[in-house]
């Protein structure tokens, strides 16, 4: 079944107001993407920098950014992003899990897809180039499409995912499970830091978690998708290089990983006597990173703590770690689960405590697809453009779409590779790159795709019958 006829592309009632003032459709049409002169693409550059600057002053938290899966600061920014996808004259519609959609179509009605974009959410006092460049870098490519008047033999879906980061309820990825149709149903019971469901927050966002059937992409309908996104990493700068085509997206655990002994008073009870959760955590910690620097190829972080009863005078009865396991071995990362997890069960008996391990989230490890990666090289190489071929520590929307279709990345240079930082930072130049590229990427996909068409007539085409 087609998209179009499983998700109509229709306006939501969040979304009340239109933005033509960014975009104007030009009647005398402009030149393909591999004839654009240096000055057209800076141009779009500072348009797409100016509008990530927007993004980046939509928050929850004043003085810093964060702007989590389905908060009053996401309702902003699905708003504006809608805005500027009607200034290209795209159809919009916001899902059920809260990703805002814009579909620049195609001639022929029942043509397969293009994916492009990444993701709106950040996390807590984030930079804003992370997710928000590959929105905006593809809303620029539609918006020179939009210009020249021009349509391919496939549409363009620009999505904003509404949650990659897995902040709120420390589960990633939740949008993009929802369009590749594997999400599961199971953790609509999540509770927030608030005690707040999933399931509420979807239907108080607007969103019916029944429906969501009806968001998912099928495979037959896909072509494959690309995400442009920075690189979170040095690799890059070191190498004086603008982009790098990405290989593969490493895999990836993350586990609650709970110690719980008993409350005392801090001033009575001897030391040879408690059972103190938090010291418990804290030697557990420190297993992680031992263990981590000793495996090459392994990163393992715990990057939050919840201590009860969390008073400075009582000896903490219960610690519960986050910890986040990756590698681009898949077994290897099993293994380093495996053992990371028989620790922790060890200190806990040492320590007089009890324990608790949960999976909340596994993604293996992802190789792109060959075909459009090597459309993502042709296109560098027909711009002259040097780049380099890059493998992926962090995790991306791209490895959950790569379960339904072909996927590829493109990564920017990021100064010194901060991210999840409020350091990021993207020189317009290599912006101007990045548009350029993913512009002639998708032209030699418009090529490689009316190239295939006539063979698929061919093939439908009935036979004459002998008289």
Wanted: net charge positive; aromatic share 4%; with cysteine.
């Amino acid at each position: 079944m087609s998209l179009v006829s499983s998700v109509p592309f229709v306006l939501e009632k969040a979304f009340t107001t239109k933005d033509t003032k960014d975009t104007k459709v030009s009647r005398d049409g402009a030149r393909e993407s591999h004839d654009m002169p240096q000055s057209n693409a800076l141009a779009l550059a500072q348009k797409v920098m100016h509008r990530i600057g927007r993004l980046g002053q939509i928050t929850e938290e004043p003085g810093r950014l964060t702007r989590t899966f389905l908060s009053s600061a996401m309702r902003q920014a699905n708003r504006q992003v809608d805005e500027w996808m009607h200034g290209m004259n795209m159809l919009v519609r916001e899902d059920n899990i809260g990703n805002v959609i814009g579909r620049y179509p195609a001639k022929d009605p029942n043509a397969r897809v293009l994916l492009l974009g990444s993701h709106l959410d950040t996390v807590r006092n984030a930079g804003k180039f992370d997710g928000a460049l590959g929105v905006v870098v593809a809303l620029a490519c539609v918006e020179k499409l939009a210009e020249s008047r021009k349509r391919l033999p496939f549409h363009i879906d620009v999505v904003g995912f509404s949650d990659e980061e897995g902040v709120r309820y420390n589960v990633p990825y939740l949008g993009s499970r929802v369009l590749a149709g594997i999400f599961h149903n199971d953790q609509l019971s999540l509770q927030d830091g608030e005690g707040v469901t999933l399931a509420d927050a979807i239907m108080k966002f607007g969103g019916d978690p029944r429906a969501f059937s009806a968001d998912r992409y099928s495979r037959d309908s896909l072509i494959g998708y690309c995400e442009a996104h920075i690189e979170q990493g040095p690799v890059l700068e070191a190498q004086n290089l603008s982009v790098g085509v990405v290989s593969a997206i490493a895999g990836q655990s993350r586990a609650l990983v709970d110690f719980v002994g008993r409350a005392g008073h801090a001033g009575s009870l001897p030391m040879n006597l408690r059972r103190d959760a938090l010291c418990g955590a804290a030697e557990f910690i420190l297993k992680v990173e031992s263990y981590a620097r000793d495996h090459e190829g392994l990163v393992a972080t715990v990057g939050t703590a919840k201590i009860l009863p969390g008073a400075s005078n009582v000896i903490p009865s219960q610690a519960t770690a986050s910890l986040d396991i990756r590698h681009a071995k898949d077994q290897a990362r099993r293994k380093a689960c495996h053992e990371l997890r028989r620790q922790a069960a060890a200190i806990a008996r040492k320590r007089d405590l009890e324990f608790g391990w949960k999976i909340i989230n596994e993604n293996d490890a992802v190789q792109c697809s060959k075909s459009l990666t090597q459309l993502l090289i042709q296109a560098c190489n027909n711009l002259s453009i040097p780049n380099a071929r890059l493998h992926s520590g962090a995790g991306h929307d791209a490895a959950v779409m790569a379960t339904i279709t072909d996927v590829a990345m493109l990564f920017v240079r990021n100064r010194e590779g901060i991210s999840h930082h409020p350091d990021e930072s993207v020189k317009v130049e290599d912006i101007a790159v990045a548009i350029s590229v993913m512009e002639e990427f998708i032209g030699l996909v418009a090529k490689r795709e009316n190239r295939s068409r006539p063979r698929a007539r061919a093939r439908q085409r009935p036979r004459p019958r002998r008289r």
